[in-house]
């Protein structure tokens, strides 16, 4: 089953494991994915959410973030719903992004 139409768009999903002691893929919880446009070198994050069997809506993919640099290393802090990544571009020094689940877009101020 195709849940992210990447073929079409040219990204590439990949999972990132934000739980190093998990031993499978909860499939009630939200699935976060790296994402990387072949085409235009975007990166960026997207989180899928999986329809339950019989449930009116499909899977979907939602972008999270999409940007024009280099994104990385999404973390997510034991006991809460906090999460963390890195941004950064050949002129651009790296900065850390922290907040919710929808991750942010904009670097602290």
Known sequence: MNFTDGVAEQIRHRYVRLDPDEQSIDAKKPIYLSTFGIWTKKAGYARLRLASAGAPTPSRVER????D????RLAKAKEADVFQYSVEA???PPAVLVGASNLPTRRPS
């Open 64 to 67: 999270l973030v999409w940007l």
């Open 69 to 72: 640099k280099s994104v990385q």
């Open 90 to 92: 050949f002129d651009d």
